[in-house]
């Protein structure tokens, strides 16, 4: 790690912590030169593969944005959609994989939105899923009835 003082291009770890439960690594450098302290924090590259076949970095951001729009109009809270956003990355993490298909994301975000609102949570599954009859809105909306109907655990 060079030194953003210096440029030196020999620092030292002194500490290292997880940070983020546990998505990063913070660690506490020194630079042996300089004498200066500084701090980097490292984190996994998690990448999205697009049905298109491009690559892109997973953004946290991308997920919040689709599912707002879902629940325009919906008595829905930021801080809902971040804590969302925050399910929705940590399920994908856990797999552990280093790329993950996009339709993986999108059924990640499914469960937590059903969770959240329901009128979302349909607005979101009649595009994600491709709803194109009237039909499928309504097994949809039966589906959800009968685990609404169901005794919960």
Known sequence: MRCPFCQNQDTRVIDSRAAEEGAAIRRRRSCPACERRFTTQET???MVAKRSGVTEPFSRSKIIAGVRRA???RPVSEDALALLGQRVEETIRARGAAEVPSHEIGLAI???LRDL???AYLRFASVYRSFESLEDFEN??????AERAAPQD
């Open 110 to 112: 499914l469960g937590p």
């Open 44 to 46: 996994v590259l998690l």
């Open 71 to 73: 629940c325009q109009g």
């Open 140 to 145: 949809e909306i039966a589906e959800l009835r």
């Open 117 to 119: 609102d329901e009128v």
